[in-house]
């Protein structure tokens, strides 16, 4: 009785304080989810009224085994109630541990499908998506929110009817006992029930502030924890002053953990009297009706027993409303990602990039960053509204051809547009006007499988996964042999250092690669590509950070990668680009300046004044332009 009390007063502290309506679209939806396991449904609830059933009938058979006993009755019936009270006890063990395996089955198999629903949604999200949300916050709807929403299957459902079964035969079976005791016991309900609510509601501040300082310490503790987060503590921070805000946040949550506690304490505590004196007067009453003849002892046991299993569910269907819309809440979280609709989506005739060398165009291509209204959600972000700016166009009429096998350069200032260009090859955006092809074909009219088996990309940063060399590697293409993975290897320059490593090609990498120096990670990366054999490479400032030796590795890699390759070379240190078939020089969105190394530097122009910034004025050569 205890634990369904505590489970109902969890309801109320997880639940919002506004009693909306039901979503009729919503529960629509979550039919949806359940229809896949309606069978499993049915079993469960048909176990539930079947426990219900005996739960009703031990209190009724141990009432006629006291009767017996009182009335030196036969022994034999004596033993024979007591086998049938046995008997029932295996079954209700058994059918407990056969509904613990369907509630399971039931509520995992839910948890599966919303999270597989939800992370390939995710999966499908632009970009744009993923620069603006929190990860914590999105990761929170994968687990919290959804196994919220899973509990209103394997705990509501099923509760919800066992106890109105179980009510409604123990009310009935002691109504039969003894109207005068049945009307008592209930009379003593809301001394029960009040506290719950009342405590509820106590309960419920506790709970939200503890989450708020819970999630307030996580996110502290998740940014100084990584890699990036650590070394700049290291670098500038202070350990005093940062022990001391851990401490005293700490400390926060250890006093609301004990005032949380100290009320869990009382509410049980609470209840537990009440019931105990509920019995009491089961006792009292039903002992004087007994003693006076007009009641028979065993009735007596029989109703002191039944009324043990009365206020759980009484309790637990006072606040069914509440658990059902906790859960309502859990699933409209959850929907609420589902309904995002992605700004980029494939075609259902999407098309297939031509075989054999292709080449890349930008035909007066124009572009503006969409707004955080229309790829995010201010939940997500973590903030009140959603910032509408946005839209403002960043690229401006920009047209150039790369023909099959040709390596074009794009340079310019920082914020020119350069990456921008970048990222709408491969589809991380679609443009507002104008169009991007491939192999003569609008990106847009392109499968996305087909694009990604064609274009690579390496960026300045050469992010890995906290994965083996292996694992990070047939991330380009999962059927590659050993021998195809030493050959990548071999010819990013990275042979020799995969082989010094503790475990060879299954030596973890660490978080984002950190334990590869800079050069390493890039070659990293270039390794992958290699072993992708796209046709067309995109280059965004892979040798920016580098030193001038790590630089020349790469740059011995790059060459491999680019070999044969139609090729898109943002740079930012102009020895990268010279021997480029093209150069374009793009300022404020728009290209100014197109051209050979040679002729751009005839020209005397926007390229000859980066140029000259670089590798003529003392003390700065390799000054970064971009």
């Known amino acids: 009785m205890e634990s369904t009390a505590w489970t109902q ?110 992370f390939d949604h995710v999966q499908r999200m632009p970009v744009a998506f993923f620069t603006r949300t929190r990860t914590g916050a999105l990761v929170s709807r994968l687990n919290n ?58 309960m419920a501040g506790m709970q939200r502030e503890a989450a708020a300082l819970n999630a307030a310490m996580g996110t502290r503790m998740t940014e100084r924890f990584s890699a990036p987060g650590a070394t700049l503590v290291k670098l500038f921070g202070r350990p005093e002053e940062e022990s001391a805000q851990f401490a005293a946040r700490a400390a926060r949550v250890r006093d609301i953990g004990v005032r949380t506690a100290t009320a869990q304490s009382l509410f049980i505590t609470a209840l537990t009297l009440v019931s105990a004196l509920a019995l009491a007067l089961v006792y009292g009453l039903g002992g004087r009706l007994a003693l006076n003849g007009t009641l028979e002892p065993g009735a007596v046991v029989a109703l002191a027993l039944l009324l043990t299993r009365l206020y759980a569910p009484l309790t637990s269907l006072a606040g069914a409303r509440v658990e059902v819309m906790s859960a309502l809440v859990s699933f409209e979280r959850v929907f609420e ?202 280059l965004d400032e892979a040798t920016a950070h580098l030193d001038n030796t790590s630089e020349a590795a790469v740059q011995e890699a790059l060459a491999e990668a680019l070999a044969g390759r139609t090729a898109v070379v943002i740079a930012h240190r102009l020895t990268t680009v010279r021997a480029a078939d093209l150069i374009l020089v793009v300022e404020s969105g728009r290209i100014v300046e197109r051209g050979t190394h040679d002729e751009l530097l005839a020209a005397g122009g926007r390229y000859a004044e980066l140029h000259r910034t670089q590798f003529d004025e003392p003390g700065m050569s390799g000054a970064s332009v971009g």
Do not use: C
């Open 337 to 538: 990602v589902l309904d995002l609709e992605p700004l980029i989506t494939e075609k259902p005739d999407a098309r297939e990039v031509p075989p054999g060398p292709v080449s890349v165009e930008f035909d007066d291509v124009r572009f503006g960053y969409p707004s955080a209204d229309k790829v995010s959600l201010a939940s997500l972000e973590e903030v009140a509204s959603l910032d509408t700016r946005g839209g403002a166009e960043v690229l401006h009429g920009v047209s150039f051809r790369a023909e099959p096998g040709q390596t074009v350069a794009l340079v310019g200032s920082s914020g020119a547009g350069k990456s921008t260009v970048a990222q709408l090859l491969p589809r991380l955006y679609d443009v507002d006007e104008g169009a991007v092809r491939i192999g003569g074909i609008d990106v847009r009219d392109l499968s996305a499988g087909s694009l990604r088996a064609t274009l690579g990309m390496v960026t300045q940063d050469g992010h890995l996964f906290h994965d083996s060399v292996r694992a990070n590697l047939l991330l380009a293409r999962p059927q590659a042999g050993e021998d195809e993975l030493w050959d990548a290897l071999r010819r990013s320059r990275l042979d020799d250092l995969v082989r010094s490593l503790p475990d060879g090609l299954d030596t973890v990498v660490g978080e984002r690669g950190y334990r590869l120096s800079g050069g390493e990670r890039q070659r990293m990366t270039i390794a992958r590509l290699l072993l992708a054999r796209q046709r067309v490479v995109i």
């Open 9 to 118: 007063l969890y309801s109320v502290m997880n639940a919002r304080r506004e009693r909306r309506p039901f979503d009729r679209a919503t529960l629509r939806r979550i039919g949806a989810f359940a229809r896949p396991h309606r069978r499993r449904i049915a079993q469960f609830v048909l176990l539930g009224v079947l426990t219900a059933l005996l739960a009703v009938a031990t209190p009724v058979l141990a009432g006629r085994v006291v009767d017996a006993i009182v009335s030196h009755g036969d022994a034999d019936a004596v033993v024979r109630l007591s086998l049938l009270i046995a008997m029932i006890a295996v079954v209700e063990a058994a059918l407990g541990i056969l509904g613990r395996r369907l509630s399971a089955t039931l509520g995992e198999g839910l948890i599966l499908d919303l999270r597989t629903a939800v």
């Open 145 to 202: 929110d959804v196994i919220g929403a899973q509990r209103a299957f394997s705990n509501t459902l099923s509760g919800v009817v066992s106890n109105l079964v179980t009510l409604v035969l123990t009310l009935a079976v002691m109504l039969t006992l003894s109207w005068q005791v049945t009307l008592l016991a209930l009379a003593l309900l809301p001394v029960f029930v009040i506290p719950a609510r009342r405590m509820g509601s106590r």
